[in-house]
């Protein structure tokens, strides 16, 4: 499976998401490609050290003599491999000016790794421009974090419309694995209404799972780890496994 982690609004926990679902997947024995698609470079340095990255997905996007194989580094975890970003990425929409496969980059340079990883799991920068479409069009699976908080559902019209018109053309396999609410605070009323609100958009597409507020999560990409080594212990590690687990299952139930 290849799933893309995406919501156009920032800071809702889709770098939290992608980090320690794809490193629940790598525990669970999956051989398991990280890609960052965010200029910010997040994801990437909760594993690599900054100095570490030369080339990153930019050139493996932008340039057709450079591969995903060419970025790859391993992560502090067996099975988890990094394809890291840099600043630089931020430039990709204005050199593919013009190019007409510029959507369907990421999804060439995926297809060239043959089936080397189980697993891939895609971080998208919060916007909806030209690197979120190639993560969609490269995607068999959308996973949509959702911040519990007043304007949680702000924005998801868009994604939501994006995904419709990726799914006409280039990517008609797409599908909405489900949406998961991060940051969640079970002690607020305000909380507890938000959730419902959630529920009633998406209905069955919100997984069970909830992702507490949990500050052992903000903490572990200081130390390059992912929550299950640094704080194996937390409400943030035992809620990560238990949505890779519903990820995995809602995978298997669709492939036959
Ligand atoms: P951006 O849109 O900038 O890429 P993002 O959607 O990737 O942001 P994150 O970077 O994952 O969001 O999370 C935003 C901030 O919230 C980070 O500081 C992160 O450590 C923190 N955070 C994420 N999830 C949780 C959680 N469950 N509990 C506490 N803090 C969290
Ligand atoms: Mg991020």
Same mark, same amino acid.
């Given at each position: 499976m290849i799933v893309a982690i995406a919501n156009q609004k920032g800071g809702v926990g889709k770098t939290t998401t992608a980090v320690n679902l794809a490193a629940a997947l790598a525990i669970r024995g999956r051989k398991t490609l990280l890609i960052d %698609?965010? @200029?910010? *470079?997040n994801s990437s340095i909760s594993f690599l050290d900054h100095n570490t990255i030369g080339r990153s997905t930019y050139d493996a996007i932008a +340039?057709?003599?450079? /591969?995903?194989a060419d970025i790859i580094q391993p992560s502090t975890l067996p099975n988890l491999f990094i394809a890291p970003a840099r600043?630089? %990425? *931020?430039k990709l929409e204005a050199r593919l000016v /013009? +190019?007409?496969d510029a959507h369907f980059k990421l999804k060439d340079k995926i297809e060239q790794l043959g089936g080397e990883y189980e697993n891939i799991v895609i971080d998208c920068p919060p916007a909806l421009g030209l690197l979120t479409v190639n993560a969609l069009v490269a995607a068999t699976y959308l996973l949509v974090p959702i911040q $519990? $908080?007043?304007? *949680?559902? +702000?924005g998801t019209d868009d994604l939501l419309e994006t995904v419709e018109k990726v799914r006409l053309r @280039?990517?008609? /396999?797409?599908?909405?694995l489900g949406v998961v609410i991060t940051m969640h605070d079970k002690r607020t009323a305000l909380a507890r209404d938000i959730r419902q609100q959630i529920h009633k958009v998406f209905g069955g597409k919100v997984f069970n799972t909830v992702i507490s507020k949990n500050v052992r999560l903000e903490e572990s990409p200081a130390y390059k780890e992912s929550i299950f080594t640094f704080a194996p212990d937390s409400s943030g590690a035992s809620d990560y496994y238990s949505l890779c687990q519903e990820v995995i299952e809602r995978v298997e139930a669709r492939t036959p």
């Open positions: %698609l965010d @200029p910010q *470079a +340039e057709p003599d450079c /591969g995903l600043i630089g %990425l *931020a /013009g +190019e007409m $519990s $908080s007043y304007f *949680a559902l +702000e @280039p990517n008609p /396999g797409l599908r909405i």
